[in-house]
Every structure is written in C-alpha cells, then in structure tokens.
C-alpha cells in the first residue's frame, strides 16, 4: 500500500523552514501532499493559488511531492487525499502547546489518521513566514529565508501592502 502523508499549513509565503520539514519528510513516504489552507479568518498575503504556485517552484526537484489548495478540516483533506499521516513540524517549545492540541483534536475527529511532528533543523528554528514578512515589509535582505526565486514575487507584494514602513 502507498504510504501517503499530507503537510497542512498556511505557507504565507513559503519559507526555508517549511522547505527543510518537507524535503525530510518527503523521504519518509511515498507521496507527500503539501496541502495549503483557503479559508483562513486573517486575509494572507498571497492567494491560495498563488501560495501553491510558489511552493510549486520551491519543490520543483522534488518527485513525490504535489501541492494542493484545500479548505476545511486537514483530517478531511488528509482523507480526499488517502493519507494516513498529517506532518507538521516544532520550531520549539512555543509551538507544541498549540500542536499537541491540534493533533489531539484531529485524532477525536478521525482516529485513523496520525500526526507526525519533525523537528525543524536548528538552523532555521528562528524562522517563520510572519518573520519574513515583517523583514520584507522594512526592505530587510530576506535572501536567508526563503528561495530566491521567490523573492521577487514576496517583495513586490508586500510592498504593495505597506509602502509606508520603508519612508518610516
Ligand atoms: O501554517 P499554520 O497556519 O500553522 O497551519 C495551521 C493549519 C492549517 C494546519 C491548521 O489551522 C488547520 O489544520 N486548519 C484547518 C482546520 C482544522 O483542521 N483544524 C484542526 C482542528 S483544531
């Protein structure tokens, strides 16, 4: 049987954090569905197509994984998808309260999907994408976090959004 798995989150945008979680997952399974969330209450930066789009460019090289938009629950998403596994990754201590109780939710909801943490590399432990929009916003070097063919696309947006910071 194919071991599926499928990575939930809101990659708004796409960081080298979520690229490190994905690459290693990846080689766990034979399939790994990046699903990215629609139907979030906070509007994001970029549009779910266009968040796809990205992480399709960000995971070019990478033969089994797809990136799909889903909106939703993630156990449902997970089962469109014939996953038994939902991936996510700790950056730290911070993050595993929030996690744990997602996971466990998620379990009550369906018990026959599991979730699997990975813990991000050190390296990139600091990063999220709030952090790189926060960078981007005040014409910071943003190179560090995300992949460069990328970066054209992230500035450009989020100087549309807020132009003002840089004139502060
Ligand atoms: O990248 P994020 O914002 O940390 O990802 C959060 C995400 C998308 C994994 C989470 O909000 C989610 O699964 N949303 C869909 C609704 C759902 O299934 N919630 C879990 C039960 S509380």
Request: glycine letters at 6%; hydrophobic letters at 40%.
């Amino acid at each position: 049987m194919k071991r599926i798995a499928v990575y939930p989150g809101s990659f708004d945008p796409i960081t080298f954090g979520h690229l490190d979680v994905i690459k290693r997952s990846a080689c766990l399974v034979d399939e790994l569905v990046v699903g990215v969330l629609v139907n979030q209450s906070k509007t994001p930066l970029f549009s779910a197509n266009e968040r796809v789009n990205m992480i399709q460019v960000a995971t070019q090289n990478l033969s089994n994984v797809r990136v799909e938009e889903f909106s939703g629950l993630s156990v449902e998403f997970a089962k469109k998808c014939g996953a038994h596994l939902i991936v996510r990754g700790l950056r730290a201590i911070t993050d595993f309260e929030y996690e744990l109780q997602m996971a466990q939710t998620n379990r009550v909801i369906d018990p026959e999907i599991d979730t699997i943490f990975l813990t991000t590399s050190l390296k990139y432990a600091y990063l999220s994408s709030t952090t790189v929009r926060e960078v981007a916003s005040y014409g910071g070097d943003i190179s560090h976090f995300i992949p460069e063919e990328l970066i054209g696309t992230v500035t450009e947006r989020v100087m549309e959004r807020s132009p003002l910071k840089l004139n502060k």
